[in-house]
């Protein structure tokens, strides 16, 4: 499968053309070799790189690439060094940001709710063309530390907790990476808690006097889910070689 291909496909399996982002979606270094091997990651660093190069991969999918709004546009230093090891091994190189948190079945906020066993019931709007925070119910209610310690397992690492009261978890709101503002918005919503990647000062405040707990699971630990589902959807669908490579991030 040639590079341009897979883009068109993926453009259109995520809905890529209709999202404003942050960063360029879609194939971000094309390469010049037939796409038969694919490594997956969270973020397009040079150890992601390098571990693709050992692993003989055509092309390399993630989250977060390259190219970001207000960054120095100069390629030189770390840059440089990212897409000198991608040109110099012809590796394509694709991106896609807001379109793989928000894609119902194979997204980040999709594979959270596996995880979980929640029971997706709708979206919180975002201000994107698909919302990408996702409401559902748990089978029961529970209480709140016991959910927290579901959720550390499931993503391999403890979240920080703040509770916004004494109840119990049986409606909640979920959105990746860094979405902790969005915490105002989820507080008239009518749940019990809310997560998501980030924390910041503020979200403390809101949380305890909002009466809504909330719980900050990791950036990179949230993330993990969408472009896992999008490697084996596609090796599935088109017969390619996929191997997720997890470069682990605290942030």
Same mark, same amino acid.
């Given at each position: 499968?040639?590079?341009?291909?897979?883009?068109?496909?993926?453009?259109?399996?995520?809905?890529?053309?209709?999202?404003?982002?942050?960063?360029?979606?879609?194939?971000?270094?094309?390469?010049?070799?037939?796409?038969?091997?694919? $490594?997956?990651? $969270?973020?397009?660093?040079?150890?992601?790189?390098?571990?693709?190069?050992?692993?003989?991969?055509?092309?390399?999918?993630?989250?977060?690439?390259?190219?970001?709004?207000?960054?120095?546009?100069?390629?030189?230093?770390?840059?440089?060094?990212?897409?000198?090891?991608?040109?110099?091994?012809?590796?394509?190189?694709?991106?896609?940001?807001?379109?793989?948190?928000?894609?119902?079945?194979?997204?980040?906020?999709?594979?959270?709710?596996?995880?979980?066993?929640?029971?997706?019931?709708?979206?919180?709007?975002?201000?994107?063309?698909?919302?990408?925070?996702?409401?559902?119910?748990?089978?029961?209610?529970?209480?709140?530390?016991?959910?927290?310690?579901?959720?550390?397992?499931?993503?391999?690492?403890?979240?920080?907790?703040?509770?916004?009261?004494?109840?119990?978890?049986?409606?909640?709101?979920?959105?990746?990476?860094?979405?902790? #503002?969005?915490?105002?918005?989820?507080?008239?919503?009518?749940?019990?808690?809310?997560?998501?990647?980030?924390?910041?000062?503020?979200?403390?405040?809101?949380?305890?006097?909002? #009466?809504?707990?909330?719980?900050?699971?990791?950036?990179?630990?949230?993330?993990?889910?969408?472009?896992?589902?999008? #490697?084996?959807?596609?090796?599935?669908?088109?017969?390619?070689?996929?191997?997720?490579?997890?470069?682990?991030?605290?942030?």
């Amino acid at each position: 499968m040639q590079p341009v291909e897979l883009r068109r496909y993926l453009d259109e399996l995520l809905e890529s053309p209709a999202f404003t982002d942050y960063a360029p979606n879609g194939l971000q270094v094309a390469g010049r070799r037939p796409v038969r091997r694919l $490594v997956t990651g $969270v973020t397009a660093c040079r150890a992601l790189l390098d571990e693709a190069v050992r692993r003989d991969a055509d092309a390399v999918l993630v989250h977060h690439g390259y190219f970001w709004k207000n960054e120095d546009p100069r390629i030189d230093g770390m840059k440089a060094d990212r897409l000198r090891v991608l040109l110099g091994h012809d590796m394509s190189l694709f991106a896609y940001h807001l379109p793989l948190d928000a894609h119902p079945e194979l997204g980040n906020n999709a594979a959270l709710a596996r995880a979980l066993g929640i029971a997706v019931t709708g979206s919180f709007e975002t201000g994107t063309h698909r919302p990408l925070g996702m409401l559902g119910e748990l089978p029961e209610p529970e209480p709140l530390q016991a959910f927290a310690t579901r959720l550390g397992v499931a993503l391999g690492r403890e979240p920080v907790t703040v509770p916004g009261g004494d109840h119990a978890v049986g409606r909640l709101a979920w959105c990746s990476g860094g979405a902790q #503002g969005f915490i105002d918005h989820v507080a008239t919503l009518g749940v019990d808690l809310y997560f998501s990647g980030e924390i910041s000062e503020p979200t403390v405040h809101t949380a305890r006097e909002c #009466g809504l707990h909330y719980l900050a699971a990791g950036h990179h630990a949230t993330e993990r889910g969408g472009v896992q589902a999008v #490697g084996e959807h596609l090796a599935h669908r088109f017969g390619l070689e996929h191997t997720f490579v997890d470069i682990n991030s605290p942030a």
